[in-house]
């Protein structure tokens, strides 16, 4: 298998966009999921399949890709967006997450 | 309301075992595949099985290869995991989360919309 790479923090304003990032080398080959994680709580499922949002999720929440990076960007952060974000995809017999990136609004 | 619920997690010592339980709710549980995922605080998720629908295709992380098992019963609308040989990297929070696949050029890229609360292991002496 191979090693999905976020950069463990970013720090945004209220009402910026925070743009966060994934790569890995087969990334392209597949799919990419996004999950949000706050404190103390189970991950969340925030995108799937690349671009598609799960019903409840706000819409300020969007994925892309493009070669092998996928990028989760969250539109209009607030600060109830503050929480750790992990991408995952699947390798043929195994899931791989990133290591996360810890996102604060401030 | 969709709800996975896991239950098992307790203080063990090294060399000891231990069975995880996941009880699913609200969704027709023998039409879905599963993962057990665990979290050592403050680190990311690492997935550690996976088990078909039907439980005949099973999946493990190199990490607890041979020393975890997966199982369920579609009649009891639970999920397993045995723990043997746990070892103190095992501490950690574990969850059951219900699987997915997205089919893209005749392959399935697998992922967890739903997840459980959470089950705490603790492995010390």
């Known amino acids: 298998s191979y090693e999905l790479t976020q950069p463990p923090s970013l720090s945004v304003s209220p009402g910026q966009t925070a743009s966060i990032i994934c790569s890995g080398d087969?990334?392209?080959?597949?799919?990419t999921f996004w999950y949000q994680q706050k404190p103390g709580q189970s991950p969340v499922l925030v995108i799937y399949?690349?671009?598609q949002r799960p019903s409840g999720i706000p819409e300020r929440f969007s994925g892309s890709s493009s070669g092998n990076t996928a990028t989760l960007t969250i539109s209009g952060t607030q600060t109830v967006d503050e929480a750790d974000y992990y991408c995952?995809?699947?390798?043929?017999?195994?899931?791989?997450f990133g290591g996360g990136t810890k996102l604060t609004v401030l | 309301e969709v709800q996975l619920v896991e239950s098992g997690g307790a203080l063990v010592r090294p060399g000891g075992s231990l069975r995880l339980s996941c009880a699913a709710s609200?969704?027709?549980?023998?039409?879905?595949?599963l993962n057990w995922v665990r979290q050592v605080p403050g680190k990311g998720p690492q997935w550690l099985s996976y088990i078909s629908s039907a439980g005949n295709t099973i999946y493990y992380a190199d990490s607890v290869r041979g020393r975890f098992t997966i199982s369920r019963d579609n009649g009891r609308n639970s999920l397993y995991l045995q723990l043997n040989s746990l070892r103190g990297d095992d501490t950690a929070v574990y969850y059951c989360a219900r699987v997915i696949g997205a089919l893209r050029d005749f392959d399935y890229f697998y992922y967890m919309d739903v997840w459980g609360k959470g089950t705490t292991i603790t492995v010390s002496s």
């Open positions: 995952q995809t699947w390798d043929t017999t195994s899931a791989l």
């Open positions: 609200g969704f027709s549980f023998s039409r879905y595949s």
């Open positions: 087969k990334l392209g080959d597949g799919f």
């Open positions: 399949k690349d671009t």
